[in-house]
């Protein structure tokens, strides 16, 4: 029993879904699946007002749509329009099973699905367990299992009768007008399921449709639930063009009309006189902040609530969206903002960072891979385009031409794409790269995102990113702070006007403590001493990859006096490369660097120069072997080169993801250590 609204001490208040056995579902869903083609391939059902359960149709969308196209017709038009939504008790567990079998044969369903039908039904049980006690098995009277495959269809071809009624151009006749004069379309009856919509033309029209409900609920033994029923309608009075309570009856009792001014609901939509969906707007602003409130109070790490917001809190609100056409800008400066308050909070990032640019650019550039919910509107926007152009009801095709020109960019990458994922790809590239040239256009802040772009693979930095994720809450934001170039230097407190001295007082050389100046380019001897501490750390941890991955013949020369490695002074004289690996006939060297993010390529270019002529400087017993350079550069916050080239030469395996995180670790933990201690010039003790 599933709790649906209410008081939760009504059994009615629960939906009940039967547990079957497996093979009896396999068999429900072969049997579905071929009363379904059999019902198509003749043309039997409606698929036009029924939208409820068909395989491929997004008929909540569909139907919503045209609910809502039809009202602003109207009220741009100024025409009369009625509208009533109706509702039947317990629909799916009162449909006579007589009903059923009836409504097979009139679809002239073949004898063996009418048998297999009652034999199913045929002393059929259910059970209800209840902590660990179960009832006495119930006989199945009335009403199709929930839970059961073929149930969708066989409630559906019930409710087909009623269909195929109301299809007749008597009836059909009665409904809402609207389209170009070309195409002019009439639209009576919205069906989901068991949930009807009807848009007449006027109060008598509406009317003359509920005497055809009336008597088909007469005849299938099908209970309306009045007070569930609701009416709506607006038309010119008076030369104003006000909303009115219709007057239209049931079973000889009136529909309750929406007061004047409120709303009603269809499918999840509201939809109200003035079409502006504030409610709807408000009420989804209070449900993302409501969740971005709970996330916010957990007790776990930033990335922790980043991740809630992009996995979780994302999928809680997609509903509404794909609902509403809510305008862009509202989209943006509401929902987006309150998402990039919180993260800049969960950050600790400044006012003056640009989170929203940082979190919606795709990790493969470094940034946090979050989509703006502005994107991730326009990726709905896109689906509901798409189908409604790919309708199979026609009018529905309609309502795309009737709105093109409010939608020009989506419909373009619809019709300029072969596919919806084709248009999907295409959007989801746009969006990458506004994010991309955003960013990259700010000087200070998208500096190390734009270099990095240029130097490093993809590849690697998503590695980065999803390394980052996983370290401690401190070590993410000051490498998220440091990658936006956002931290508290004293160059940056002087910009941000909290501080009178931009100079480092470490080197007393009157260059601005920058970021780069901290992390890599002070020239105080205790900083010096840090950063060689830095390489060092990264060196060692190269040196145990390589040592494990030689081949035979092959033998390791490091520049460390650590651990059991050959010393690279026997390969080479007057230069001293941080490795090398000596074969047969050929030395590979590889160089370590560890630079600013916006000096990859530059140090590479230098190391490449420096090395220039090391074939003229191997000692005896390099003797004349071939002398190759390469060199590998890692910036300080652990962003890596490519060095295929070196292992491709050196015959070795491509250095493991393993590894490259590692050093992620190493160099971010190293360069904070350095960060923190950008103040004090005394050497560190440990
Ligand atoms: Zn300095």
Redesign the pocket.
């Known amino acids: 029993m599933i709790y649906k609204k209410g008081d939760p001490a009504d059994p009615a208040n629960f939906r009940p879904i039967t547990l079957q056995p497996v093979w009896y579902k396999i068999f429900a869903s072969a049997f579905a699946s071929s009363l379904y083609d059999f019902l198509l391939d003749n043309k039997y059902i409606d698929k036009n007002q029924q939208k409820g359960f068909w395989r491929g149709i997004d008929g909540v969308t569909e139907h919503t749509e045209m609910l809502s196209h039809v009202l602003r017709t109207a009220k741009r038009e100024q025409r009369c329009i009625t509208v009533a939504l109706l509702d039947l008790k317990n629909a799916f567990g009162e449909v006579h099973h007589e009903l059923i079998a009836t409504a097979l044969k009139h679809h002239h369903a073949p004898l063996e699905y009418v048998e297999l039908f009652k034999s199913t039904y045929k002393d059929n049980f259910v059970v209800v367990a209840i902590d660990k006690k179960t009832t006495q098995p119930i006989r199945v009277e009335r009403g199709v299992l929930q839970g059961d495959p073929s149930s969708p269809l066989l409630f559906n071809l019930c409710f087909n009768t009623l269909m195929l009624t109301l299809d007749q151009p008597i009836y059909r006749k009665l409904g809402f007008s609207w389209g170009s004069k070309q195409n002019r379309q009439q639209r009576a009856w919205l069906q989901f399921a068991d949930d009807a919509a009807i848009t007449a033309a006027d109060n008598a029209s509406a009317q003359a449709l509920l005497n055809v409900f009336q008597a088909w609920c007469a005849w299938a033994a099908m209970t309306v639930r009045l007070d569930k029923c609701v009416s709506f309608g607006m038309q010119k009075r008076n030369g104003i063009y006000v909303q009115t309570m219709p007057n239209i009856a049931v079973n000889g009792g009136q529909i309750p009309p929406v007061p004047l001014g409120e709303q009603f609901t269809y499918l999840g939509r509201s939809f109200g006189f003035d079409l502006k969906n504030d409610s709807a707007k408000l009420a989804l602003e209070t449900k993302l902040s409501e969740l971005l409130k709970i996330t916010n109070e957990l007790k776990v790490k930033a990335q922790t609530k980043l991740k809630i917001l992009s996995q979780y809190i994302h999928s809680q609100i997609m509903f509404e969206i794909k609902l509403y056409d809510f305008p862009t800008t509202w989209v943006e400066q509401k929902l987006d903002a309150l998402c990039i308050r919180h993260m800049r909070v969960w950050l600790e990032m400044p006012v003056s960072a640009c989170v929203g640019e940082i979190s919606s650019l795709p990790k493969k550039m470094g940034g946090l891979g979050i989509s703006s919910i502005k994107s991730l509107a326009q990726k709905l926007c896109l689906t509901k385009r798409y189908a409604l152009r790919a309708s199979a009801s026609s009018d529905v095709r309609e309502i795309w031409t009737d709105t093109a020109s409010q939608h020009v960019v989506t419909d373009q990458l619809i019709v300029s794409h072969d596919s919806l994922t084709a248009a999907t790809k295409a959007l989801a590239l746009d969006q990458q790269q506004k994010a991309a040239n955003h960013l990259f256009g700010l000087q200070l802040q998208g500096a190390l995102a734009k270099s990095l772009s240029e130097s490093v693979s993809g590849k690697n930095i998503e590695l980065w990113v999803t390394t980052l994720n996983n370290i401690s809450p401190r070590l993410f934001n000051f490498a998220r702070k440091a990658f936006l170039q956002v931290l508290p230097t004293a160059a940056n407190l002087k910009r941000w006007g909290r501080a009178q001295d931009p100079s ?6 009157g ?1 601005p ?1 920058t970021n780069k ?2 992390l890599s ?4 001897a205790t ?1 010096l001493h840090r950063y060689t501490a830095r390489h060092n750390s990264v060196l060692s941890l190269l040196i145990a990859w390589l040592r494990s991955s030689l081949s035979t013949g092959q033998l390791l020369y490091a520049d460390l006096a650590e651990g059991n490695v050959l010393p690279v002074c026997d390969l080479f004289l007057n230069c001293r490369p941080d490795l090398a690996i000596a074969g047969l006939d050929s030395i590979y060297v590889l160089e370590l660097t560890i630079c600013h993010e916006t000096n990859m390529i530059r140090s590479r270019d230098y190391k490449k120069n420096k090395y220039n002529d090391i074939a003229q400087h191997g000692s005896t017993l390099a003797g004349n072997r071939r002398i190759v350079c390469h060199s590998i550069e890692i910036s300080t916050l652990g962003f890596i080169s490519n060095i295929s080239d070196f292992t491709k030469a050196a015959q070795i395996a491509i250095m493991p993801d393993d590894l490259k995180r590692s050093i992620v670790k190493t160099v971010v933990n190293s360069s904070f250590n350095i960060y923190c201690n950008r103040n004090n010039s005394a050497l560190d003790t440990a």
């Open positions: 480092c007082p470490l080197c007393a050389s260059q403590q100046h901290v380019n002070c020239s105080c900083a």
